[in-house]
């Protein structure tokens, strides 16, 4: 199990917002929506579309290259071209501050 890293301050990102970060060398997209946060991986499954450059409906996120849509609370695929889910990565917030855990294979 990966670290829990420091990456924003809650009032580093609007809400609704969105922000690509590197994490450990992996590209996410940190989302603040309704008084959460989420993390879900920066590259779409369908043909490695940065999701971080996309629109924000709602819980989900668009692909900017074909329009595949995820849920960014769970990283869950919502409609083609994509059909793979993404990573989702664990947020936490402590003290005003953000921190993602990576959701990768130790
Ligand atoms: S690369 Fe994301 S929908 Fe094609």
Not at 20 to 29: I, P, S
Not at 93 to 104: Q, Y
């Amino acid at each position: 199990m990966s670290e829990w890293i420091k990456v924003a301050r809650v009032s580093d990102l609007a809400d609704p917002g969105k922000q690509t970060l590197e994490v450990q060398e992996t590209l996410v997209v940190l989302v603040h929506l309704n008084g959460r946060f989420y993390c879900i991986d920066d590259v779409c499954t369908h043909d490695g579309g940065p999701l971080g450059d996309g629109p924000l409906d709602g819980h989900q996120i668009v692909c900017p290259r074909h329009g595949a849509r995820f849920d960014v609370r769970t990283g869950r695929v919502l409609c083609m071209p994509a059909t793979e889910d993404i990573t989702a990565h664990e947020v936490k917030v402590e003290n005003g501050e953000v921190f993602v855990r990576l959701n990768i294979a130790a």
